[in-house]
Structure formats: C-alpha cells, structure tokens
C-alpha cells in the first residue's frame, strides 16, 4: 500500500512538474512584450534617463547635436560634470529598485530584477573607475576645467567675452604644447590611462567645437576674436592626442616575434567576470572541458579521415577537405546554396519557427581585405558578410582564403550567421520584450553555436567530408577556450597561441594570425572567445533538461528561448523551469556533463 501511495504521489509530482513546464513555454510564448510592469518600466526609464542626460553632457556639434530627440549615445569617457551626474541616476534607479516587491514579481520579472541589480552595481563601478582614471590623468589635462566651464555656460545661451575667450585659449595651445613635449619623454605609461586620455583629449575637442559652433557667425566679438586661435587649438589638441597614441604600447612588453600585442586580463579579473556572466567555473576547469571536447573531436575526425581513406592521418583529409573550395567569384553562390539547405531542414524537422519576413529580408555584403586580416572567415547578422579573397590580395593570401571558406567548413557556420543564429536573434530581438538590454555573448555566440551542436546529432552533415567541416570548427571553438584563457592568465604567448591554431585544428597560418590578432588587440572582452562553445553547452544542456526529458518539445523550447531577448543562459533556465529565485541570487548552475 505505502508503495502504491508512494508511486501516485511520484507520479503526480512529474506530471504536476510538467504541466508548469507546459504553461510556462506556453507564456513566454504569448507574451510577447511584457511579462509585468513594474521592472519594463524601471528598465525603460533608466535607459532612457541614461540617452537623455548623455545627449544633454555630450558636446552639441555641427550645429545638429545636443536637442531634439536623436542622438546622445554612450561616450567611454566624458566630462567630470557627466559623469557625476550619472553617478547620481544610478543612485536614484537603486533606490527605485530597492523600493519593488521582489516577492511579489512574477518568474521573468524576478530575472529581470537580479539582472537590473546587477547591471546599476556595474555601472556604478564602472563610472567610480572613469572618475578614478581621469583623476589620475589630470595633470596632463589641467585646462580641460576651463573649455568644460565655456561649454556648461553655452548650453544656456550665456554670451561670452571673445576677447577673453581667445586669450585662454591661446595659454592653453602653450600649456598643451609643453605637456607635450614632457609627454615625449615619458618612457611607459599604462594602457588603460593611454586610453582614457585619448577619450577625453577628444571630449575636450568636441566642448570646444562645440562653443565655437554655437558663437561663432552669431555673436560679432566672439566671430572677430576667436576662429584661429579655435583653428590653433583644435591641431594642438590633435597632435597632443596622436603623441599619447603613440604610448599605446609603452606599458606592454612584446612577448614574442608575432607582432600582436595586447593586455592580459588575469586570472582575478577573469574569475570575476565569469561570476558576473553566471559561470560557475574556474578558468582551470573550463580548459579541463574543452581539452575533453578537443578528445571527442579527434575520435570523430578520425572517424571520417578513416570514411574518406585517409586512415589516421585527419590532417591529410582535412587538406583534401580545404583544397575543395569554390572558384573565385562563386562564393555567393555557395552561401546561398548552404542557407538554403540549412533553412530548409529545420523546417523539415519542426525545430524553430521562422518569421517570413525574417527570410525575406536577409542579404550579402563582401568583407574588405583590411577587414579580412583580423576575420579570416564570414560574420553574420541583419546580413552575412562573405570573406573570400579580393584581386588587391597576394597569391597565398587568395589560397588561405578560400581554403579556409571552403563550403564543408562553411556548412556548418552559415546557419550560424543567418537563420536561426545571429540573424534571426536580431529579428526577434528588435520584437520581443524589447525593454531587455541584458546582451551577453554566451547568450548570443552560444545560441547560435548550439545549433551546430543539433545540427551534428540530427545528421545534417551527411557526408565525411561535411563532417569534418562541421568538426573543424568544433575544434576551432575548443582552442578558442584553450588559448584565450592560457594568454590572459598569463601562461602563452600570443605566437604559442597561433601554432596552437594551426597545429591541433589544422588553420592556415594566416587565418590563425587573424583570430589571434582579434582576440587580443584592441579592447577585445577576455570572455568572448570561450563564450562560444560555453554557452552552446548551455543552450545543449537545457535542451537536455527540457526537451530530451519530453517536457517541451523542439520547436516549443527554441520559440521560447528565441522570444524572450538575450540573457544569461542560467537566467533563461530560470524562467523555463521555474526555479526558485532570490534578490542576491548567485550563480550555481553546473552545466556541463561529459556524459
């Protein structure tokens, strides 16, 4: 009897368990816009206030800026004025926050709400960091008070003293001149302040134009006194920010021959940042994954080396593989041949729904040959940029090319780029619960890298040599893990990072370098590159969760994540599975099983 009662009570667990499952997807389907109205409208608000007060702070020019109600986009560094009014806008949308019933929020809006908290916590940082790194630059901006104090007074029509305006200005071309020449002498002098330096030289660029625009033609004393000593200023300013352009590597130290220097975030900063994203793993333990996906790629690439009669030897097949590129001028051609089937099979197999007009409206663009020399391969969205070589580009740099694009590499990355990857996240995006700005590239690279991982156990690929196409890029995902995280920990070189490419995925050289250079120049995020195949594991290990459990089906569990804008992928979970929730949530969702 106690075992009867026992298996009604289980069984009424199961079935209560996926009927919410059911209503859930069922939801988030029919909700297109907003699951509530308190956190749409606290998110609304504070992006809104945030465009308003940087269109406000931002220095009006060409007579077009600074009114009406366009413009006033995110600045990385402004004025001292700015950003301490932005500082008091998040204080004010804390207090807002805090002033919610968590409680009483339903399932996505207590997601809302955590992500919220979250973001005004970084943006409080973020703009406490700005104000700590200009402070510390300050001595070699000391007028930068004087141009910002003329562009404050200009937003309220205050007529100046031209006479007096053209004076300071003129000290200031003599002050700019001898901090540059200290400048010269400055041996190392760190990244971070190389670039907050070059932001804000040009911030004060702008307040001066900005002043000289609104006065001059109008006012008869300022248009008499100050157009060249305006002219004089603006190339003092120039020059004086090109000499700190040319500090930019003075605080790195060049660690190999490779050419590519950039900053290693490490392994503190690292951790910190993976807690934010809701990755519960060290950096240690994410290597661990990926060298055990590395492991399946090679038994499955040996598996089709052997198909194609290369034996063991899957470096020989993936050569044949490379060498069966399109000619020059067909590559269009091809994508579309690719896009077609990828589309058509996931109509085939009710996976997703796709929007007509998401169809219609896609299209092609060439990727320069500048351009090539960081993204060797084609990138996606509204449109998909196609890279293949050009006539301006040598004879082996044609042949890396168009090896490296071949269409068994391409098959299985188009769908990537298009439908139902990058592409039709932004369809959806732009149409559902818009007031979501919570974009991550686990979210975003992860989706769209998930569907190769379901394309692979649908069979998509039918053929060996599509296979190792399909395989080439697994890899290429896993070494992306594998490299990224060993550079900005501080343990390879940017040049043991390239052979690694080359020698255990099989790049072309010049592809690698590419990837390299991307990876780590510029103020590329360390996270990105492993955020790829992380977040497909993610995506994979819900769908295992929800989907191989018989709780939602394909196409239910697709429209559902595909509906509610991007997220951290735990937070999607989250809401798909009602999983109870806490104002100070912390991530603790291990994801990943080898089995």
């Not at 790195?252 to 900053?263: E, F, K, P, R």
Request: with cysteine.
């Amino acid at each position: 009897m106690k075992k009867q009662t026992y298996s009604f009570l289980l069984l009424l667990t199961v079935s209560t368990l996926y009927t919410g499952v059911q209503k859930v997807a069922a939801q988030v389907s029919k909700e297109a816009y907003v699951p509530c109205q308190e956190m749409p409208s606290l998110i609304q608000g504070f992006a809104t206030d945030s465009r308003t007060l940087n269109r406000f702070y931002t220095p009006a020019v060409n007579r077009g800026g600074g009114g009406g109600f366009g413009g006033g986009g995110e600045v990385a560094v402004g004025s001292p004025e700015r950003n301490q009014r932005l500082q008091q806008l998040v204080k004010e949308y804390q207090k807002k926050l805090a002033a919610v019933n968590f409680k009483g929020l339903s399932q996505e809006c207590k997601v809302d709400y955590i992500l919220f908290k979250r973001d005004l916590e970084d943006r409080a940082q973020q703009l406490q960091s700005e104000e700590a790194e200009v402070k510390k630059i300050s001595k070699w901006v000391p007028f930068a008070g004087k141009i910002y104090a003329l562009e404050q007074s200009r937003r309220r029509g205050h007529q100046p003293n031209g006479e007096l305006v053209a004076k300071e200005w003129a000290g200031i071309i003599a002050e700019i001149k001898d901090l540059q020449t200290k400048l010269k002498a400055e041996k190392v002098i760190d990244p971070e302040s190389v670039f907050t330096a070059g932001e804000l030289i040009n911030n004060i660029k702008q307040a001066a134009l900005s002043v000289f625009e609104f006065y001059n033609g109008y006012d008869p004393m300022f248009t008499w006194w100050v157009p060249t000593v305006h002219k004089s200023l603006d190339e003092a300013l120039t020059a004086y920010a090109n000499v700190w352009k040319s500090k930019a590597n003075s605080g790195l130290t060049a660690t190999d021959n490779s050419g590519i220097v950039g900053v290693q975030a490490g392994r503190d900063n690292l951790v910190k940042q993976l807690q934010r994203e809701m990755i519960p793993y060290t950096p240690e333990e994410l290597i661990d994954i990926a060298n055990k996906e590395f492991a399946w790629c090679d038994a499955e690439m040996l598996k089709a080396s052997r198909e194609m009669g290369f034996g063991d030897n899957w470096k020989a097949a993936l050569e044949k593989v490379k060498n069966l590129y399109v000619p020059a001028g067909k590559q269009p051609e091809a994508i579309l041949k690719l896009y077609t089937e990828s589309v058509d099979f996931l109509k085939k197999n009710n996976l997703i729904t796709i929007p007509p007009l998401a169809e219609e409206t896609w299209g092609m663009n060439m990727m320069s040959p500048e351009r090539q020399l960081v993204n060797p391969f084609f990138l996606g969205g509204a449109d998909i940029i196609i890279s293949y070589p050009t006539n301006t580009m040598a004879y082996e740099d044609r042949m890396m090319s168009m090896r490296g694009n071949n269409p068994h590499f391409s098959k299985a990355t188009v769908h990537h780029e298009l439908i139902a990857g990058h592409n039709l996240q932004q369809f959806m995006n732009s149409r559902n619960r818009t007031y979501r700005n919570f974009g991550t590239p686990f979210w975003t690279e992860g989706w769209a890298l998930y569907w190769e991982l379901i394309l692979w156990d649908m069979q998509f690929a039918k053929t060996p040599e599509d296979r190792i196409g399909m395989l080439f890029w697994h890899m290429h995902r896993c070494a992306r893990i594998i490299f990224s995280l060993n550079y900005h920990m501080g343990k390879w070189t940017p040049q043991q990072c390239i052979d690694f490419l080359v020698d255990r995925v099989g790049h072309e050289r010049a592809n690698a370098e590419g990837e390299v250079r991307r990876s780590f120049t510029g103020r590329y995020p360390p996270l990105y590159q492993l955020a790829y195949l992380t977040g497909g594991r993610q995506f994979y290990a819900l769908k295992k969760e929800l989907v191989d459990s018989g709780k939602m089906t394909y196409k239910q569990y697709h429209d559902a994540v595909i509906t509610m804008n991007a997220m951290p992928v735990e937070m999607v979970r989250a809401i798909l599975t009602g999983q109870p929730l806490t104002e100070d949530f912390k991530t603790n969702w291990r994801f990943y099983n080898e089995k």
